[in-house]
């Protein structure tokens, strides 16, 4: 199993500044291929934000290109998502992901219980 524990939402003025912190751990039987955030508006679909391989592989949304950054710790088993230029359009709840591979080449999705953003204009 892989716990996620997400801290570092808040309210922010447009303009502003967050980020957003994801702690992590695992069973020695599964290994983390991946970890991203996501995130869902109300009346919205869950969008991937951004993502980072286990090789530092990074991928981002078009809509958030230049703005965030991905990042990881692995001395601290925490991933960050940097979020510069907020606009009130980011507002959401994001979700940390993680997924996971075991030696069955078994692939698993875990989610953290989500953390708001809300940007005010």
């Known amino acids: 199993q892989v716990q996620l524990v997400e801290s570092g939402g808040g309210l922010v003025q447009a303009g502003g500044s967050l980020r957003l912190s994801c702690a992590y751990s695992r069973n020695i039987f599964s290994s983390i291929n991946a970890m991203g955030w996501y995130r869902q508006a109300p009346g919205k679909q869950r969008e991937l934000v951004a993502d980072i391989t286990s090789f530092g592989n990074r991928n981002y949304a078009d809509s958030v290109k230049g703005r965030f950054t991905i990042s990881r710790d692995n001395a601290k088993n925490t991933v960050y998502l940097q979020m510069d230029s907020l606009k009130p359009e980011d507002t959401a709840v994001y979700y940390c992901?993680?997924?996971?591979?075991?030696?069955?080449?078994?692939?698993?999705?875990?989610w953290g219980q989500g953390t708001q953003v809300t940007v005010s204009s």
């Open positions: 992901n993680a997924r996971t591979i075991n030696d069955f080449h078994v692939t698993t999705d875990y």
